[in-house]
């Protein structure tokens, strides 16, 4: 398993242990694992909506295909 080491404004951190202390997360490693992993999966989506809005431009519906035909 990988390590990361960053740093993080007095801010940042505070709001991070509040959300530690309310419960959101277990801990600050389980917040910076989450919010990658949203981070990664937003990413990984708009890929894909991208992709299929460059396809549907290439390749547009017929008219029967958007009648539901």
Request: proline share 1%; hydrophobic share 40%.
């Amino acid at each position: 398993m990988s390590q990361l080491v960053t740093r993080i404004d007095d801010d940042l951190a505070r709001q991070l242990d509040e959300l530690v202390a309310e419960g959101v997360v277990e801990s600050r490693s389980d917040a910076v694992r989450t919010g990658l992993r949203e981070l990664i999966d937003r990413h990984r989506r708009r890929r894909v909506a991208e992709a299929d809005v460059a396809a549907y431009l290439v390749q547009p519906q017929t008219e029967e295909e958007l009648a539901g035909v």
